[in-house]
C-alpha cells in the first residue's frame, strides 16, 4: 500500500473493525494508536456466531463485498496455519422452518455462482455427520461447503500483535474515548480520564456505540441495533465442525471444545431494564441448549457455560456503514453487522482510504451520506429508505 507514512491515526475501539483497521493502517506506516473502553474483545466481537458468509439474497454490491470477505479470511489462513486452531472453512448447513421452503435462496446462491448444494435428508450423513439428520427439514437443506467460522478475540489478538509489531500503541481501559473536533475537523481524541491524544485522523469502530457518538457530533445513522445474545456450552464430548442455522438454532464450534448458540426468539426474549441491563430468561438459555442438542448427531447432553449478552450493532438499512464522514474533516467510521465476516476486508480498505485519501470504488454503496440523500428524497415523499430486518 503506497501512502504519507507519517500520518498519525487513533482508532476507537478493541473489536474485530478497530483492530483490523489498526493492523492495516500500521503495515502501510501510519503511527496508530488503538484505545478501547475496556479490554480488547470486550463487545460485540466477544459475543459473536461468527459464521463466514455471504448467504442468501443480497445487493449485488454487498454480495461482491462479502465474497472479497471471504476471500480474505482464505489468505489468512493460507499465510497464517496457526490460525486453524480459530478460523475453519469446514461447512455451513441450513434449512427452511416449517411451512417455509429454502428452494428460491437455493436458485439464487446458484444462479450467482455461490458454492451451495441441496441436499435431501437421507444424504445429510454423508456430507455432515455432525448432523441429526431427523431434525432437517421435509424438503432438505443447503450445504454450503465454502463457509465456515472465526473466533474473534483469537483474530484480534494476532491482528493486534502484526500491528504491535508494524510500530502501533494499544491502550486498553481508556472508559469513554470521545472524538475531538476543532474547525470541524478531527483532530484529536480525549480519553475517559482527560487525556488527549493528538492526531491527524481519527477512525471511531465502537460497534453499537457509533450512533450515539456520531449523533453528539451531529451526524445522524440510522440504527437497527437489537440487544442480543449468544450462549457459550460447556465442552461437548462429540466432534462439531459444521456452522450450522437452523430454523430454531444457530451452532457453531470454538477452539476449545465448546459450541456457541443463538437465534433470533432467543434474542427477542432479552428483557432490557430501565437503566439499559440486559437480562436473558433462564427458559432461553434451556431452551437453546434444547434445541441445538435437538439439531445435532446423537443428540449429546448439552451445558451452559455463559451467557454473553449485549447490543448487536445493525445499522438501520442493514448494510454497512464505512468511510469518511463527510461532515467533519479527519473522521472515519465503520459500523456494521456481519463484521465478523468483513473485519479483515472492511479494515483493509478503510486503511487503505485514509493512507491514500483515494476512496475504494468498492466500499461506494456504504457510505454514511447515503441516508442524507435518501432523508432529502423522504421531505418530497419518494425516499426508499426503511429499516430492514436482518438475518
Ligand atoms: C449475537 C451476535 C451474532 C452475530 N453473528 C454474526 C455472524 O454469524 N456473522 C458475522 O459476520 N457477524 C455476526 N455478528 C456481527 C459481528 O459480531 C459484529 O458486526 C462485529 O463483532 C462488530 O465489531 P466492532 O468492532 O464493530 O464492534 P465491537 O466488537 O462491539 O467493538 C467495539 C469496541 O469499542 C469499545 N468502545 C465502545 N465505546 C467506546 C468508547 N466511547 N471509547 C472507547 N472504546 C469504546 C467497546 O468496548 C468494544 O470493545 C454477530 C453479532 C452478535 C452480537
Known amino acids: 500500500m503506497s501512502g504519507t507514512g507519517t500520518k498519525k491515526v487513533v482508532v476507537i475501539g478493541g473489536g474485530i473493525l478497530g483492530a483490523s483497521t489498526a493492523a492495516h493502517l500500521a503495515r502501510g506506516g501510519a503511527r496508530v494508536t488503538l484505545v478501547t473502553a475496556g479490554s480488547l474483545a470486550d463487545g460485540a466481537s466477544g459475543r459473536s456466531i461468527a459464521w463466514l458468509n455471504s448467504s442468501g439474497d443480497r445487493s449485488a454490491e454487498y454480495h461482491y463485498l462479502r465474497l472479497i470477505a471471504l476471500d480474505r479470511y482464505r489468505t489468512w489462513s493460507a499465510r497464517h496455519p496457526e490460525s486453524s486452531a480459530y478460523l475453519r472453512f469446514d461447512g455451513a448447513m441450513k434449512w427452511a422452518g416449517s411451512g417455509e421452503s429454502f428452494a428460491e435462496t437455493f436458485a439464487f446462491e446458484r444462479a450467482g455462482g455461490y458454492d451451495a448444494v441441496w441436499v435431501d435428508r437421507a444424504d445429510v450423513a454423508a456430507v455432515a ?3 441429526n439428520p431427523d431434525a432437517v427439514a421435509d424438503e432438505g437443506a443447503i450445504w454450503n461447503p465454502g463457509e465456515g467460522w472465526v473466533s474473534l478475540p483469537d483474530l484480534i489478538a494476532a491482528l493486534v500483535e502484526e500491528a504491535v509489531t508494524d510500530g502501533a500503541r494499544i ?20 480519553l475517559g480520564d ?30 437497527a441495533t437489537p440487544p442480543a445474545f449468544v450462549l457459550f456450552t460447556d465442552p461437548v464430548d462429540v466432534e462439531v465442525r459444521t456452522v450450522l442455522n437452523t430454523p430454531r438454532v444457530a451452532v457453531r464450534p470454538t477452539p476449545d471444545g465448546r459450541l456457541v448458540l443463538d437465534a433470533d426468539w432467543a434474542e427477542k426474549s432479552v428483557v ?33 457455560q455463559r451467557v454473553g449478552a449485549g447490543l448487536k450493532p445493525i445499522p438501520g438499512d442493514g448494510e454497512p456503514v464505512v468511510g469518511a464522514v463527510p461532515s467533519i474533516d479527519g473522521l472515519y467510521t465503520v459500523f456494521t453487522h456481519s463484521g465478523a465476516t468483513l473485519g479483515l476486508v472492511l479494515g483493509e480498505l478503510l ?8 476512496p475504494s470504488p468498492v466500499l461506494a454503496s456504504f457510505r454514511l451520506d447515503r441516508f442524507a440523500a435518501e432523508a432529502e428524497l423522504d421531505a418530497v415523499g419518494t425516499g426508499a429508505w426503511a429499516p430492514v430486518a436482518q438475518p
Request: aromatic letters at 0%; hydrophobic letters at 45%.
Open 171 to 190: 491502550i486498553e481501559h481508556v472508559g469513554d474515548a470521545r472524538v475531538v473536533v476543532q474547525d470541524g475537523a478531527a483532530d484529536g481524541v480525549v
Open 351 to 358: 486503511a487503505e482510504e485514509i493512507l491514500t485519501g483515494r
Open 129 to 131: 455427520p455432525d448432523v
Open 272 to 304: 432490557v431494564g430501565d437503566d439499559g441491563s440486559l437480562t436473558v430468561p433462564e427458559e432461553s438459555v434451556q431452551g437453546l441448549l434444547d434445541e441445538a442438542s435437538k439439531v445435532l448427531a446423537g443428540n449429546p447432553r448439552l451445558t451452559a
Open 194 to 223: 482527560g487525556t488527549r491524544l493528538p492526531a491527524d485522523e481519527v477512525v471511531l469502530a465502537t460497534g453499537p456505540a457509533v450512533p450515539a457518538q456520531l449523533a453528539a457530533l451531529g451526524v445522524t445513522v440510522p440504527d
